[in-house]
């Protein structure tokens, strides 16, 4: 099946530093993937819309600034924490649809961030 | 906007069977799905409804009614790795993002 890989799975970093997560689709193209975060015992809140080669699109409330996403291949996407702050803290999961309309979302297994 | 809702905790025996249910709201409605999601991992996939009615697959059936916003995940024969958090997770026409429910979290009992 559809597989996403998601790297690192855990991160620990110190307040003021960057850290980027790797989002892979491993064996579709996938022009649209999705980053979400989530804190404990919450559900998954949609962060942004990645796009292959244009801007990605941000819900309310996310900075972009931020966040930088970067789509620059049909199979890569990143997510780049930008002077990261502890309330940053979270677990962020990325996710893609192989395939078009009804098929569901695969997910990343997530990166634990930690920011010290 | 959209509202999605379900409850927050629930707890069954093992062995049992037990019914999450999950009421929506929203606009351009395309399908609902159910996923499960232990602590600290990935959600993965369980059903994908878009239209009325039940759709089984092993213990696991799930439930929709598009008339009245209203979906529920059927759980059968529980067993203790059933243990998890349940996201119904509303899919709308012109995207493929999904806006998720808030999440119950299931405890089987022995």
């Known amino acids: 099946g559809a597989v996403v890989s998601q790297h690192p799975s855990r991160v620990i970093c110190k307040s003021g530093t960057s850290v980027k997560i790797e989002c892979r689709s491993l064996?579709?193209?996938?022009?649209?993937m999705f980053w979400y975060r989530q804190f404990p015992k919450q559900s998954l809140m949609l962060m942004a819309t990645s796009n292959e080669g244009s801007k990605a699109t941000y819900e309310q409330g996310v900075e972009k600034d931020k966040f930088l996403i970067n789509h620059a291949s049909l199979t890569l996407s990143t997510l780049t924490v930008t002077s990261a702050h502890p309330e940053d803290s979270s677990f962020y999961i990325c996710?893609?649809?192989?395939?078009?309309?009804?098929?569901?979302?695969?997910f990343g297994n997530g990166t634990r961030l930690t920011v010290t | 906007g959209q509202n999605i809702d379900q409850p927050t905790e629930m707890t069954a025996t093992e062995g049992a069977i037990v019914q999450i249910n999950c009421t929506y709201q929203t606009s351009g409605f395309n399908g609902l799905f159910w996923y499960q999601q232990h602590a600290g991992e990935a959600p993965t996939f369980l059903s994908y409804?878009?239209?009325?009615g039940l759709e089984e697959k092993g213990r696991f059936s799930s439930f929709l009614s598009r008339s009245k916003g209203y979906s529920y995940l059927l759980l059968k024969e529980l067993q203790m790795k059933d243990s998890a958090s349940y996201l119904c997770?509303?899919?709308?026409?012109?995207?493929?993002?999904?806006?998720f429910g808030g999440g119950t979290r299931l405890m089987v009992k022995p």
């Open positions: 409804n878009v239209l009325d």
């Open positions: 064996d579709f193209q996938a022009t649209t």
């Open positions: 996710s893609a649809q192989p395939g078009a309309g009804n098929s569901p979302l695969h």
């Open positions: 997770a509303v899919h709308n026409r012109g995207g493929n993002m999904l806006t």
